[in-house]
């Protein structure tokens, strides 16, 4: 008689281990809960690192911080409840942002759903409008093909972030062992990279051909997709100047030449405006041309030029200007394409007045880096940084002072992701762990956040975790004891009407001190590099809380408040 075939099993718990492993998942973030604890078992035996964070907020923050620097999927996990409530904010980010980055919340049982079950609430309902894609698992035979799923979703096309619950017994649950596959080039992005319509790239090298000005308007899809040469080649080919979005910084060497800076009404200047307003044609490229980048869609001024969009995403082109030529595809197929389509031409145009905007806006900037106020002047702190980091380091910055002074101000030098600010919903206290999961991804660098005190107070948690983990990342902190952003608006726009905004000091260097981490506060604007510096070349997490001018007090504010 034939003995029955054993099908080798895992648990559900083991399989989800396993599937995260062959998508090549070294880390994960997070925090433990009642419904998580079979997985947690899996971890103590397997050779994924857990990052144990201070919420769970944070640990997504901190794999968006590793996806970006790694280019590799980052993953977080949480409990049920709660767990599923604070990882949100992360996700949400990670997924307008356009970065893969994989949530897991356990879940309650599957058998004891609809019984007023503590922690239970609608996990799919939740994650569905903020995911790219997202999953509750009803049986633990799922679990290998929507892991499957949830990778391929978050690094093809747009990539995005997923949500999957697991509930506690689908992870005590059998899972057949063959069925436990995967291809390893969905665990990094953009896999699966599509072309563009050969068509579109003939109309857009037409176009391209009949121009006398154009500018490329980069955003964040150039780095996503690593498509910093083609974009240098294509920009070089017609000498034309290439600006960028906040997140566009690292598309281009922002020492060369033909580098712009950033556009926008957080941290453009009037300066790279002008050279936008002065082209006869516009390539945007992995851009959306949202409210930020465009001044509220003022510049380009709609029909002033003409405007080729280059996007990974179909909905993108034409979204916010009548676009001449749509050129949907992989940022770094689309511009090799143009390269092809352009071979021979090799134009050399005037590029004085890109040189002079740059000199102008530079100029004002050191005069007002070199003063000697205090408070001390946010350019002052930039220009500090700036002197003293290695070109290679990892810049993250919060909105608030930090990211239009740091998008204006600091040259990235080099390409590829060196600087990088939470832009999709700029909540703010996204920089420190950010960093952190930017200083788990790339260690051999120093990674450096800049907070206000705003964002200081929603995220000094997760000090404890840099400590824990002795992570040589430096902290700074724009210290005003404001939303200034906010009443810099209560100021422009009504009337200095200053209404629940300010806050009282804190003095952040002792609040770090007391987590373990080495600080400074610095009042004296003669004692700022020497303070950085010290933090800087340190080996263990540092502190350096600098006492600041608020934007409402600024005299040049770098960038315009726009709602
Ligand atoms: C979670 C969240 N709540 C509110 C806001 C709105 N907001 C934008 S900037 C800002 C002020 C930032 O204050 P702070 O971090 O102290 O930096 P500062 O502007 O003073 O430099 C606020 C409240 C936000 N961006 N995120």
Same mark, same amino acid.
């Given at each position: 008689?034939?003995?029955?075939?054993?099908?080798?099993?895992?648990?559900?718990?083991?399989?989800?281990?396993?599937?995260?492993?062959?998508?090549?998942?070294?880390?994960?973030?997070?925090?433990?809960?009642?419904?998580?604890?079979?997985?947690?078992?899996?971890?103590?035996?397997?050779?994924?690192?857990?990052?144990?964070?201070?919420?769970?907020?944070?640990?997504?923050?901190?794999?968006?911080?590793?996806?970006?620097?790694?280019?590799?999927?980052?993953?977080?996990?949480?409990?049920?409840?709660?767990?599923?409530?604070?990882?949100?904010?992360?996700?949400?980010?990670?997924?307008?942002?356009?970065?893969?980055?994989?949530?897991?919340?356990?879940?309650?049982?599957?058998?004891?759903?609809?019984?007023?079950?503590?922690?239970?609430?609608?996990?799919?309902?939740?994650?569905?409008?903020?995911?790219?894609?997202?999953?509750?698992?009803?049986?633990?035979?799922?679990?290998?093909?929507?892991?499957?799923?949830?990778?391929?979703?978050?690094?093809?096309?747009?990539?995005?972030?997923?949500?999957?619950?697991?509930?506690?017994?689908?992870?005590?649950?059998?899972?057949?062992?063959?069925?436990?596959?995967?291809?390893?080039?969905?665990?990094?992005?953009?896999?699966?990279?599509?072309?563009?319509?050969?068509?579109?790239?003939?109309?857009?090298?037409?176009?391209?051909?009949?121009?006398?000005?154009?500018?490329?308007?980069?955003?964040?899809?150039?780095?996503?997709?690593?498509?910093?040469?083609?974009?240098?080649?294509?920009?070089?080919?017609?000498?034309?100047?290439?600006?960028?979005?906040?997140?566009?910084?690292?598309?281009?060497?922002?020492?060369?030449?033909?580098?712009?800076?950033?556009?926008?009404?957080?941290?453009?200047?009037?300066?790279?405006?002008?050279?936008?307003?002065?082209?006869?044609?516009?390539?945007?490229?992995?851009?959306?041309?949202?409210?930020?980048?465009?001044?509220?869609?003022?510049?380009?001024?709609?029909?002033?030029?003409?405007?080729?969009?280059?996007?990974?995403?179909?909905?993108?082109?034409?979204?916010?200007?009548?676009?001449?030529?749509?050129?949907?595809?992989?940022?770094?197929?689309?511009?090799?394409?143009?390269?092809?389509?352009?071979?021979?031409?090799?134009?050399?145009?005037?590029?004085?007045?890109?040189?002079?905007?740059?000199?102008?806006?530079?100029?004002?900037?050191?005069?007002?880096?070199?003063?000697?106020?205090?408070?001390?002047?946010?350019?002052?702190?930039?220009?500090?940084?700036?002197?003293?980091?290695?070109?290679?380091?990892?810049?993250?910055?919060?909105?608030?002072?930090?990211?239009?002074?740091?998008?204006?101000?600091?040259?990235?030098? =080099?390409? /590829?992701? #060196? $600087? *990088? @600010?939470?832009?999709?919903?700029?909540?703010?206290?996204?920089?420190? %762990?950010? !960093?952190? &999961?930017?200083?788990?991804?790339?260690?051999?660098?120093?990674?450096?956040?800049?907070?206000?005190?705003?964002?200081?107070?929603?995220?000094?948690?997760?000090?404890?975790?840099?400590?824990?983990?002795?992570?040589?990342?430096?902290?700074?902190?724009?210290?005003?004891?404001?939303?200034?952003?906010?009443?810099?608006?209560?100021?422009? =726009?009504? /009337?200095? #009407? $200053? *209404? @629940?905004?300010?806050?009282?000091?804190?003095?952040?260097?002792?609040? %770090?001190? !007391?987590? &373990?981490?080495?600080?400074?506060?610095?009042?004296?604007?003669?004692?700022?590099?020497?303070?950085?510096?010290?933090?800087?070349?340190?080996?263990?997490?540092?502190?350096?809380?600098?006492?600041?001018?608020?934007?409402?007090?600024?005299?040049?504010?770098?960038?315009?408040?726009?709602?």
């Amino acid at each position: 008689m034939n003995k029955p075939v054993e099908m080798a099993t895992l648990t559900g718990a083991e399989a989800v281990v396993e599937m995260l492993r062959a998508h090549g998942v070294e880390v994960v973030f997070g925090l433990c809960g009642d419904t998580s604890l079979p997985l947690y078992d899996v971890f103590y035996s397997s050779k994924i690192r857990h990052v144990l964070t201070r919420d769970e907020r944070h640990a997504a923050y901190m794999a968006d911080g590793y996806a970006r620097v790694t280019g590799k999927v980052g993953v977080c996990e949480g409990p049920s409840g709660g767990g599923a409530t604070y990882i949100l904010p992360g996700l949400v980010e990670a997924n307008e942002s356009s970065i893969p980055v994989l949530a897991i919340n356990t879940d309650v049982s599957v058998s004891s759903r609809g019984r007023f079950t503590l922690t239970e609430l609608d996990q799919k309902s939740l994650f569905k409008p903020l995911t790219k894609w997202n999953a509750v698992l009803d049986r633990p035979a799922d679990i290998p093909r929507t892991f499957r799923k949830a990778f391929e979703e978050m690094t093809t096309g747009r990539p995005g972030a997923a949500h999957i619950a697991l509930p506690f017994d689908v992870q005590n649950g059998p899972v057949d062992r063959s069925d436990v596959y995967a291809d390893p080039t969905l665990g990094s992005f953009p896999s699966r990279r599509t072309g563009p319509d050969a068509f579109f790239v003939e109309l857009a090298a037409k176009l391209i051909r009949s121009s006398k000005s154009p500018v490329f308007v980069v955003g964040g899809g150039v780095v996503l997709s690593r498509a910093e040469t083609e974009l240098a080649e294509l920009a070089e080919k017609l000498s034309a100047p290439v600006a960028t979005t906040i997140s566009g910084k690292g598309s281009i060497d922002e020492r060369c030449a033909l580098s712009v800076g950033v556009v926008g009404s957080n941290g453009g200047t009037p300066e790279t405006r002008a050279i936008v307003d002065a082209a006869d044609l516009v390539i945007f490229v992995g851009c959306r041309a949202g409210s930020v980048t465009t001044e509220r869609w003022r510049h380009p001024a709609p029909g002033a030029a003409r405007i080729i969009h280059i996007d990974v995403d179909p909905a993108v082109p034409g979204a916010n200007y009548k676009v001449d030529v749509p050129l949907i595809g992989d940022a770094k197929l689309c511009l090799s394409a143009l390269n092809e389509a352009l071979e021979g031409v090799n134009r050399s145009a005037d590029l004085s007045h890109v040189d002079q905007a740059k000199r102008d806006k530079f100029e004002k900037f050191e005069q007002l880096a070199a003063s000697g106020e205090t408070p001390i002047r946010p350019e002052r702190v930039v220009s500090a940084l700036d002197s003293l980091l290695d070109k290679d380091s990892i810049l993250v910055a919060d909105p608030g002072t930090p990211c239009p002074y740091f998008s204006a101000y600091h040259v990235v030098k =080099g390409t /590829g992701r #060196r $600087y *990088f @600010s939470n832009r999709a919903h700029g909540a703010l206290g996204y920089a420190l %762990a950010a !960093a952190i &999961g930017a200083h788990i991804g790339r260690p051999a660098v120093k990674t450096v956040a800049v907070m206000g005190d705003g964002s200081f107070g929603m995220c000094v948690g997760e000090l404890e975790t840099a400590v824990r983990l002795k992570l040589p990342i430096t902290f700074v902190v724009i210290s005003n004891a404001v939303y200034g952003w906010i009443k810099a608006g209560q100021k422009t =726009g009504y /009337g200095q #009407r $200053y *209404f @629940s905004v300010d806050f009282g000091a804190t003095d952040h260097a002792k609040v %770090a001190e !007391a987590f &373990g981490v080495r600080s400074w506060k610095v009042t004296d604007p003669s004692r700022l590099q020497d303070a950085l510096k010290q933090a800087l070349n340190s080996k263990e997490p540092t502190l350096v809380d600098i006492v600041c001018q608020p934007l409402h007090e600024a005299k040049a504010p770098v960038s315009e408040w726009v709602a």
